[in-house]
Structures are given as structure tokens and as C-alpha cells.
Nanobody, 122 residues
Framework: QVQLQESGPGLVKPSQTLSLTCTVSGGSITNGYYAWSWFRQPPGKGLEWMGVIVWDGSTSYSASLKSRTSISRDTTRNQFSLQLISVTPEDTAVYYC??????????????WGKGTLVTVSS
């Protein structure tokens, strides 16, 4: 029943801000103990966890991306969003949103979006 769908521009220019939204249907981002995360996978590379927003609104970020990353939510629209500032071509990747139980940190990510490719290029 739960579905996640990423949306946002597929092309971003260097130095600009990458903004994506994950729309959740079939489940609430506030009702229930879940954490809602962003991942990315650059071409030819592995999956990278970027950050998370938890059901209570708290956030956490990858150490390597913390200075450039912000995750927020719109509870009325049942959405959470990713902002990555000062992007470079190295930020080109398929971006995913996903959920898992919280505060069980080792729990699997049971639902994923299909991913959206974002290309950083001038």
C-alpha cells in the first residue's frame, strides 16, 4: 500500500541547489514510528545514504554531506524534501527516497521510490 515517489528537476547547474521531493501515499510520515531517508547512487558507484527525517521531525545527515544537505517535510502534503546546495558534476546520481522503522536502526528499508536521475551540468 505504501508508495514513495521522487520528483524534481532532472538537470541542475553547478553551484545551484538540487531540490527533490518525496511524495508518500498509503502511509503517513508522522503517524507510526518510521524514518524517511534519502539515498543516491552516482553512475558506476555504490548506494550512498544522505540523511533522514524521523517521524518526530528530527533529522540526521551523512558526515560527508552534512554541510550541504537539508531534509525537511510538509506534513499537510505528506511529503519530505531534499536540498543539496552548491552542487558539482560529482553530485550527478540517481536519487532515492525510502523508509524504515525507527528507532530500530538496523531495520530494513521496506519501501523505496523508483529513483530519479539528477544530472549536474552546465
Amino acid at each position: 500500500q505504501v508508495q514513495l515517489q521522487e520528483s524534481g528537476p532532472g538537470l541542475v547547474k553547478p553551484s545551484q541547489t538540487l531540490s527533490l521531493t518525496c511524495t508518500v501515499s498509503g502511509g503517513s510520515i508522522t503517524n507510526g514510528y518510521y524514518a524517511w531517508s534519502w539515498f543516491r547512487q552516482p553512475p558506476g558507484k555504490g548506494l550512498e545514504w544522505m540523511g533522514v527525517i524521523v517521524w518526530d521531525g528530527s533529522t540526521s545527515y551523512s558526515a560527508s554531506l552534512k554541510s550541504r544537505t537539508s531534509i525537511s517535510r510538509d506534513t499537510t502534503r505528506n511529503q519530505f524534501s531534499l536540498q543539496l546546495i552548491s552542487v558539482t558534476p560529482e553530485d550527478t546520481a540517481v536519487y532515492y527516497c525510502a523508509r524504515r522503522q525507527s528507532p530500530i536502526t538496523a531495520s530494513p528499508y521496506d519501501y523505496w521510490g523508483k529513483g530519479t536521475l539528477v544530472t549536474v551540468s552546465s
